[in-house]
T-cell receptor
């Protein structure tokens, strides 16, 4: 399967703690994205990192990409209860260059307790 | 902008019935995608359009599924006849050329009894 593998499947932390989620993929990619999905809602784009970037920041989010290991991580610092959601990595289908034709990982369910 | 709009939000139907899901993409976006989400299989791309033309429908599970995009502001996904295994959340997403970011609708929760 081309699907990305994410771990952990579920993560439960206290407010203020950091949350780290990992994603691995199998094919060569030129970019990787992270999305968030609140319960009962659609996915929302968080950040995109290109293959020539190793790290990228956006607010409390930090994403790393290691193309040699075919893995990425999403770090949420100083988590808040509002960060409770599922988080998905997404990357272009194998051989695909078309915009938006993405394969999604299975997701990490993050629960942040107040 | 109102974002990607999907209707209905929930659909409950009986096996064998026709189901039509609707999507209005963000104005100006020229890519439209239909995804299906289930616990077992996660998010799967069913079909996508570019400038109203279907580009890749390899993810459409069976001939019972069909999708159309008659104009830039409207798309439908039809299942006929529906089966219980079609129960899932169906998402529509749109994107503009030059942006690899997808904008998702809120989804349609389909239950086929």
């Amino acid at each position: 399967s081309q699907q990305g593998e994410e771990d952990p499947q579920a993560l439960s932390i206290q407010e203020g703690e950091n949350a780290t989620m990992n994603c691995s993929y199998k094919t060569s990619i030129n970019n990787l994205q992270w999305y968030r999905q609140n319960s009962g809602r659609g996915l929302v784009h968080l950040i995109l990192i290109r293959s020539n970037e190793r790290e990228k920041h956006s607010g409390r989010l930090r994403v790393t990409l290691d193309t040699s290991k075919k893995s990425s991580s999403l770090l949420i610092t100083a988590s808040r209860a509002a960060d409770t959601a599922s988080y998905f990595c997404a990357f272009p289908n194998a051989g695909g260059t078309s915009y938006g034709k993405l394969t999604f990982g299975q997701g990490t369910i993050l629960t942040v307790h107040p | 902008d109102a974002g990607v709009i999907q209707s209905p939000r929930h659909e409950v139907t009986e096996m064998g019935q026709e189901v039509t899901l609707r999507c209005k993409p963000i104005s100006g976006h020229d890519y439209l995608f239909w995804y299906r989400q289930t616990m077992m299989r996660g998010l799967e791309l069913l079909i996508y359009f570019n400038n109203n033309v279907p580009i890749d429908d390899s993810g459409m599970p069976e001939d019972r599924f069909s999708a159309k995009m008659p104009n830039a502001s409207f798309s439908t996904l039809k299942i006929q006849p529906s089966e219980p295994r079609d129960s899932a959340v169906y998402f529509c997403a749109s994107s503009g050329t030059g942006s690899r970011k997808l904008f998702f609708g809120s989804g349609t929760q389909l239950s086929v009894l």
